[in-house]
């Protein structure tokens, strides 16, 4: 039964949307969740590689903040996720990642070491403090350095100089994404409302009023508290409020190209290319494979306040040509890709928008990109706007945002 007679909207049902939404629920509190395209969780939250960071990709934080607040977030990922729906994480991880200091990094081995061992230690400290387990499977994370002697097993040493193995892992984003939405579907305190724009959120007295364009007709609502977990519109919807970010913003689109085929865990190594404009290969084992290269993938970057709808810009052919030039790009880095056997019916080339503070790309050592230690919850009374930076932070902000909305955090 309803226990609260706030009445909340959540603009937006990716990743975040969906959680914070669940997690009300369970505390009582009837949900009006907003969401401009045909279903939930099909965007951003559904394309990405899935990768619950360890902090390790981070190096270039030179603070550590944003290293720490992943951790902190992959600490929760699964046990929060438990919240809401049955998962066993053993059949949703990929195989571990290699990082691979490729060549051209903008830090090399002897300059990354450190960083990952203070990753390492911080885990340490993180799992002592929240007494949780990483993807509640591991107590102890490790990043060791092979001998040379081992690239050719991983990577084609022509373009990669050094190869860490970690224990740093992905989840299958398309699986969490699909047990998410079955799970809003059957929660009778949420009001999912599809195919619905939100075009402004202002204030009347001490409520907030929604206007958005639901099949062409123009709706108003009145609600007691409104949180923007929106992507794309984030900023663009916070801007109605007279909000603006911390500082310059960037929107990027990138291609995450699924092949999707059962592998074996040895088929495939998972591996991210470090430090810069590179790539990655996940193997999801029985759940397919994930590849992106950066220089041919990324085909968006816009500083408006909403970004294009890239998305609609791509026909199948121009996908499957990002999908086949990124391929053979990264063939050549990981050569165990040329041995998968698989048809163009087998590939999903999509793609998703990225937005991070930071208007100058990855291949700059200065660039804000390499962070995302300022994300999470700005609050301006009862209107909330959430960036939540990574995959890796959904779950934890989920609870956190719905601990504010009760004054409990």
Not at 12 to 38: K, P, T, V
Not at 167 to 191: D, G
Request: proline residues 4%; negative net charge; aromatic residues 10%.
């Amino acid at each position: 039964m309803i226990k609260n007679k706030k009445r909340i909207a959540i603009l937006g049902a990716g990743g975040l949307g969906a959680c914070l939404a669940l997690e009300l629920a369970q505390r009582g509190y009837q949900i009006d969740l907003y969401e401009e395209h045909s279903e939930p969780i099909k965007k951003a939250t559904y394309v990405n590689e899935g990768k619950i960071h360890l902090g390790f990709i981070y190096a270039m934080d030179k603070g550590f903040n944003t290293s720490r607040e992943m951790i902190i977030g992959a600490l929760h990922f699964i046990s929060n996720l438990k919240r809401w729906v049955e998962i066993n994480p053993e059949e949703v991880i990929s195989t571990p990642f290699n990082y691979c200091v490729h060549e051209g990094s903008l830090m090399n081995a002897q300059e990354l070491a450190p960083h990952y061992q203070k990753c390492v230690d911080f885990f340490k400290e993180a799992k002592s403090f929240y007494k949780k387990s990483y993807l509640d499977l591991f107590d102890q994370i490790d990043a060791t350095l092979l001998p040379r002697t081992k690239i050719g097993e991983v990577a084609n040493p022509e373009f990669i100089q050094d190869i860490f193995s970690t224990t740093e892992y992905s989840v299958e984003p398309r699986t969490i994404a699909e047990k998410l939405t079955a799970a809003l579907l059957e929660t009778p305190f949420i009001n999912l409302m599809v195919n619905t724009k939100v075009n402004s959120v202002s204030k009347n007295g001490s409520k907030l009023k929604v206007r958005s364009t639901r099949d062409g007709i123009k709706v108003e609502e009145e609600y007691t508290n409104v949180v923007n977990s929106t992507w794309n519109g984030l900023l663009e919807i916070d801007r109605t409020m007279g909000i603006e970010p911390l500082y310059s913003w960037s929107h990027r689109y990138k291609f995450g190209n699924k092949i999707l085929i059962p592998l074996k865990s040895d088929e495939l190594p998972s591996c991210t290319m470090v430090q810069g404009p590179f790539g990655d290969t996940v193997n999801f084992k029985g759940k397919g494979a994930f590849m992106s290269w950066y220089p041919i993938g990324r085909t968006g970057w816009s500083e408006d306040h909403r970004p294009p709808e890239w998305d609609q810009m791509y026909t199948d052919d121009e996908r499957y040509e990002v999908f086949s030039r990124s391929f053979k790009e990264l063939s050549n880095r990981i050569p165990a890709l040329n041995n998968l056997i698989f048809s163009l019916e087998d590939v999903s080339p999509v793609g998703g928008v990225i937005y991070a503070l930071g208007n100058t790309d990855v291949d700059n050592h200065e660039s804000k990109l390499h962070t995302r230690h300022e994300v999470g919850i700005r609050s301006f009374d009862n209107y909330h706007s959430v960036n939540t930076g990574k995959y890796t932070l959904i779950p934890y902000l989920a609870v956190k945002v719905a601990d504010r909305l009760e004054g409990i955090d």
